[in-house]
């Protein structure tokens, strides 16, 4: 079955601390996508970044990095030197590929608040 | 570029109403998503289409929930009845799936209640 768990409900941190947001994922599949999406308190979700089931590259960009890690199911996620503008409900998400296309589900999404 | 485009933004109904929510999605892409998202539920995939085609409507909750995409720019999801249960707000996405996953680019939501 797929799955995607992000157990932090809610983060709060002051400003300019590390903050990682946590997410565990099931899937029988052998090819699948991950994300982490944004959703600012304006409403809409703003894509931050996909990663393929083949590469566990850590990536980082900015003040964002992600630790894949295929051999704990995680897909974490750390901001560093947090911001207010980081303020936002932060998904991850797991597609897994089936005929005809990709199907997509979200976790709960982890909401974090930046205090300044 | 114009974004996913939805419409409308909020829509307020009662009870027993049709609803009728609308989609443009971005040119060129040929995926559609449909989400809800809702405090209790969270964001739900509601039913999505490859090239114009619903691939899978599982997660479409019951009967009165239908959508069509008639053709590559245009998208409805319809509720008919509403229910106030129904209240959430509703999300199109669309993405340029190939070979390979791409994102999904969302669009604004439609903010639905109903009375």
């Known amino acids: 079955a797929q799955k995607v768990t992000q157990a932090q409900t809610e983060i709060s941190v002051v400003e300019k601390e590390d903050v990682t947001l946590d997410c565990v994922y099931e899937?029988?599949?052998?090819?699948?996508?991950l994300f982490w999406y944004k959703q600012p308190p304006s409403g809409e979700l703003v894509f931050l970044i996909r990663r393929n089931s083949f590469d566990e590259q850590n990536e980082i960009s900015g003040r964002y990095s992600w630790n894949f890690q295929k051999s704990t199911s995680s897909f974490n996620f750390t901001i560093t030197a947090s911001q207010v503008v980081d303020s936002a409900v932060y998904f991850c998400?797991?597609?897994?590929?089936?005929?005809?296309?990709?199907?997509?589900?979200f976790g709960a999404g982890t909401r974090l608040f930046v205090k300044a | 570029d114009a974004g996913v485009i939805q419409s409308p933004r909020h829509e307020v109904t009662e009870m027993g109403q049709e609803v009728t929510l609308r989609c443009k999605p971005i040119?060129?892409?040929?995926?559609l998503f449909w989400y809800r998202q809702t405090m209790m539920r969270g964001l739900e995939l509601l039913i999505y289409?490859?090239?114009?085609?619903?691939?899978?409507d599982s997660g479409m909750p019951e009967d009165r929930f239908s959508a069509k995409m008639p053709n590559a720019s245009f998208s409805t999801l319809k509720i008919q009845p509403s229910e106030p249960r129904d209240s959430a707000v509703y999300f199109c996405?669309?993405?340029?799936?190939?070979?390979?996953?791409?994102?999904?680019?969302f669009g604004p939501g439609t903010r639905l209640t109903v009375l």
């Open positions: 998400a797991l597609s897994e590929a089936r005929t005809g296309g990709f199907k997509t589900i």
């Open positions: 899937t029988r599949d052998t090819t699948y996508y």
């Open positions: 040119s060129g892409h040929n995926s």
């Open positions: 996405a669309s993405s340029p799936q190939r070979e390979v996953l791409n994102e999904q680019f």
């Open positions: 289409f490859n090239n114009n085609v619903p691939i899978d």
